[in-house]
């Protein structure tokens, strides 16, 4: 899925953007700045990044809302990548909301996944949006049901 377009309008709303980058030197992707006049190579995966990177300091602080990539979603937004765990990573211990982009020809019924794998919130596709499920209303308990205060069984 192109995200050109959604980058413009992010910028012409005042956003500021940043997009995964690899980091050679550590071993894995961090999240660099995005500006208009930034040189772009194509990254580890042939993902346009840019050249020279200005990597975002403290991302759980600043990063607000992620697009995420997939090879695969499924309706449970769980995501399929390349298998190396590198998004799951950069996405670990962020607040964002994480949006999965895919073509509606990438959801699976399931998507296998394990334990690190990150879910996300949304996933949109060129057909839909597949928000996580509503949950259901609690039920109340009948009075004098359940446990008192203290512990113990009431009734």
Known sequence: MQTAPLIAACRRAG???????????AGHYRFAWLTE??????GRWGIP????????EAPEKTVHLVLVPGLQFDRARRRLGHGGGYFDRL?????ACKIGL????QLARRVPVEEYDVVMDLVVTDQGLYP??????????????????????AG
């Open 15 to 25: 956003k500021r953007i940043c997009v995964p980058a690899y980091d050679a030197r």
């Open 132 to 153: 996580a499920p509503a949950r259901p209303p609690r039920k109340a308990r009948p009075a004098g049901r359940g446990r008192s205060k203290g512990g113990e069984r």
């Open 37 to 42: 006049n930034d040189a772009l190579t194509r």
């Open 102 to 105: 895919a073509a509606e020809a």
């Open 49 to 56: 990044e840019p050249a020279v990177p200005e990597w975002v």
């Open 91 to 95: 996405l670990e211990g962020l607040t």
